[in-house]
């Protein structure tokens, strides 16, 4: 044996016994305190563990209310959506499973309608919160990138939609919908100021918006939050993928006439 | 109601002048016949005209110098190639392992980020002390808004062993003499006589040298995102040939919980 310290893996989420016969597997993994698979495994829902994962602690019903809606609501962006279109794009195509999730979570990781515009949402939330006049300021002199970053700076007020023309009504379902069930003053007052926000933006209210609304009341952090979006949004892209995967790409739009290449 | 989304315009509309296929057998990129007028190209000088619409092969040579020195150490306890080596012991596939890594590179303290990073340093370090900071003046700044400079100080140890072979290659394809690796290294010059103690990493290096060569930040980032693939790839070649699972096993005992002891009961 080397003298040298054994390293290993610091956590304060897991904590795992071995099973007397073998030191490589768990006997019992608690999770935040709990027994996962004595206790969690029968009495808790997914959404719940998924909130005690993230913010290790048992929601209140109207925080398991609120993530259950979100999830719902983001679980498949229908098969028009960037992110899905990558997943899509794989599965047409016969590519692995794996990298039709792969694609769904890059498409789905940017600055438009993805996880990234998540976490700049969340950044204006901690800054702003429920100041009409914070929010006017920022949407108006957005923050700038200091040094160059992998990230491209925002083109637009994150939460908005730059494509769009009105707050679309799966959209307004939805805010009205979580802002009922999780009784969180932010999603409350997003939905009393959301026209308002609008004309700051000179864009309609976007699917991210709630999301960073949402999430900002269940207070996730803006890395929390561009984790769960990513991972809320994926169930849609693989079952659209299986699809056009048995579909084949001869069903699947090519874009034929749609490609101009300037002389 | 009228419709009057700007999307529509895009509508089965995509017009580019970056290039494209067509089904007579035509392949154009950036305005070349691929085929005519660039069948000859290595690979590196077509990647970099595809990435850059820079045609050199100088800058094609120096930048393979750099993938071969810099960016390919086949070393699975790195952490990009960490997760080759972990798809090899899995049995996942060797593209979706080099697709990982090539993701994961996008790092703060090694990878991509320092890439682009310390080019866009040196270029504004350089605008800076033309309007007539002093160096001190500019990385002190720096360090005090960002609490590091890209292209200096390195995880796990201090020195950087890519500098001199690098530098080495550089010289001998007639690089290495510009005004931004010269910059780099005045900047390593104060950074490690002061009380951070930072040395030139690699990072820096390579930023001065296709400085020089007129790469923009984003011209460099856009090139270098594939540059570590030759050092994934042999991880995961090299965990294939193990036996399966036996890439670092870690027993229960080797999580260090820091939590609460108390066990609690979810309330249903």
Redesign the interface.
């Known amino acids: 044996m080397s003298d040298n310290p054994?390293?290993?893996?610091?956590?304060?989420?897991?904590?795992?016994?071995?099973e007397p016969d073998n030191?490589?597997?768990?006997a019992n993994c608690?999770c935040?305190?709990?027994?996962v698979y004595g206790?969690?495994l029968q009495?808790?829902s997914y959404i719940d563990y998924l909130y005690l994962l993230f913010k290790?602690q048992?929601p209140t019903p109207e925080q398991s209310a609120l993530l259950q809606g979100l999830a719902i609501a983001l679980a498949n962006p229908g098969p028009r959506d960037h992110s899905v279109r990558a997943a899509m794009s794989a599965g047409v195509g016969g590519s692995?499973h794996?990298?039709a999730m792969?694609a769904a979570i890059?498409v789905g990781a940017g600055n438009l309608g993805g996880a990234r515009e998540v976490f700049h949402a969340l950044e204006y939330w901690q800054h702003c919160g429920a100041s009409l006049e914070a929010w006017e300021q920022i949407i108006k002199d957005p923050p700038q990138l200091?040094?160059?970053?992998?990230w491209l700076p925002m083109e637009h007020a994150p939460g908005f939609d730059p494509?769009?023309?009105s707050c679309p009504t799966p959209v307004k379902q939805t805010l009205a919908h979580l802002a009922d069930v999780g009784k969180g003053s932010h999603l409350q007052w997003l939905d009393t100021h959301r026209t308002a926000l609008e004309e700051f933006a000179g864009y309609p209210l976007a699917f991210s918006g709630v999301a960073a609304a949402a999430l900002h009341d269940l207070e996730f952090l803006p890395e929390q939050a561009e984790m769960l979006f990513l991972l809320l949004r994926l169930p849609g892209a693989a079952i659209h993928s299986l699809e056009q995967e048995r579909l084949g790409w001869r069903k699947y739009p090519f874009?034929a006439?749609?490609?101009?290449?300037?002389p | 109601m009228p419709v009057h989304s700007k999307l529509e315009t895009f509508e089965d509309n995509w017009r580019t002048s970056m290039g494209g296929w067509s089904p007579e057998g035509k392949v154009v990129l950036r305005g070349k016949d691929v085929f005519k007028d660039l069948g000859n190209n290595s690979w590196m000088e077509y990647l970099l005209f595809a990435s850059t619409g820079k045609e050199s092969p100088k800058i094609a040579r120096l930048m393979e110098g750099m993938w071969v020195i810099c960016t390919s150490f086949p070393d699975p306890r790195i952490w990009n190639n960490r997760v080759s080596a972990l798809a090899g012991t899995t049995r996942s596939t060797g593209v979706l392992a080099a697709a990982a890594s090539v993701a994961v590179t996008e790092a703060t303290i090694y990878g991509l980020k320092p890439i682009k990073g310390a080019t866009d340093f040196l270029y504004r370090a350089d605008k800076r002390l033309a309007e007539g900071e002093t160096l001190e003046q500019i990385i002190k700044a720096e360090l005090k808004q960002y609490r590091s400079v890209y292209g200096y100080g390195r995880p796990l140890v201090t020195g950087d062993e890519r500098v001199e072979p690098m530098m080495d290659f550089a010289r001998s394809i007639g690089c290495g003499e510009g005004k931004y690796i010269k910059l780099a290294f005045a900047i390593a010059e104060y950074l490690s006589n002061s009380r951070f103690k930072y040395q030139i990493n690699i990072a820096a290096v390579c930023a001065g040298l296709l400085a020089d060569e007129g790469l923009k930040p984003m011209e460099f980032y856009h090139m270098a995102t594939l540059a570590f693939t030759a050092g994934a790839m042999p991880c995961f070649i090299d965990a294939l040939d193990h036996q399966e699972g036996s890439f670092f096993p870690l027993r229960t005992s080797r999580l260090n919980f820091t939590g609460g002891e108390t066990v609690k009961h979810w309330r249903v």
């Not at chain 1, 030191?23 to 768990?26: E, G, H, Q, S």
Request: aromatic share 10%.
């Open positions: 054994i390293e290993k893996i610091t956590t304060k989420i897991w904590r795992e016994t071995p030191p490589f597997a768990a608690h935040c305190g709990y027994d206790d969690l009495n808790a290790q048992q692995t794996a990298s792969i890059a200091g040094r160059e970053d992998v494509n769009g023309v874009f006439n749609g490609f101009k290449l300037n």
